[in-house]
């Protein structure tokens, strides 16, 4: 807003100072300005001619019930990050677990826990070298590194998204 526009708004709202009614009716030796002056005015006189009507009482409480309505129906969004990787590494211990109990072979008739044990020892002993060697792998061990960077990546994100969302939520409530 400029100097003018301000002295003529002060000079409609009874709020201009002496000083600033000598400069306004400098400024209002340009016809612009007298025209700006009547155009306030009239839409000053307009304004206090409307009638106005008053919200009932409820209304407030309204207002906020609906809103409260809209907001309590809205979905929040979840990260299900950890719960996705936790399933992962679960499926992965339940199929090494299963694949030593499938390739034992159960058929003795000597079925003392330690003899079993030994037994599931043995199958590992005799699938590690080829479990290592599949590890070994240059192909595998790219995807494995990629995947964990890309893993390493997200994490830091979802932290980075998560100080800021709790910085904007202390600023709400400060």
């Known amino acids: 807003m400029n100097r003018i526009d301000d002295l003529l708004n002060k000079y409609i709202d009874n709020e201009i100072s002496q000083s600033?009614?000598?400069?306004?009716?400098?400024?209002?030796?340009d016809e612009s300005n007298v025209k700006k002056l009547k155009a306030l005015q009239l839409v000053n006189t307009s304004l206090?001619?409307?009638?106005?009507?008053?919200?009932?009482?409820?209304?407030?409480l309204k207002a906020m019930?609906?809103?409260?309505?809209?907001?309590?129906?809205?979905?929040?969004?979840?990260?299900?990050?950890?719960?996705?990787?936790?399933?992962?590494?679960?499926?992965?211990?339940?199929?090494?677990?299963?694949?030593?109990?499938?390739?034992?072979?159960?058929?003795?008739?000597?079925n003392s826990t330690?003899?079993?044990?030994?037994?599931?020892?043995?199958?590992?002993?005799?699938?590690?070298?080829?479990i290592l060697s599949f590890f070994k792998n240059k192909s595998v061990m790219t995807l494995g590194l990629s995947l964990s960077m890309i893993f390493l990546i997200i994490a830091y994100y979802s932290v980075e998204a998560h100080k800021s969302f709790k910085k904007r939520i202390s600023k709400l409530t400060s």
């Open 114 to 130: 330690s003899q079993q044990i030994t037994k599931a020892l043995d199958v590992v002993k005799n699938n590690v070298p080829g």
């Open 65 to 110: 019930a609906a809103l409260s309505n809209k907001f309590s129906k809205a979905k929040s969004k979840t990260n299900h990050y950890a719960e996705y990787l936790l399933s992962v590494l679960g499926l992965i211990i339940a199929a090494t677990v299963l694949f030593i109990l499938f390739s034992a072979d159960w058929s003795s008739t000597d």
């Open 48 to 60: 206090k001619k409307l009638e106005s009507y008053s919200a009932p009482e409820t209304f407030t």
């Open 20 to 29: 600033e009614l000598e400069e306004m009716q400098f400024l209002l030796k």
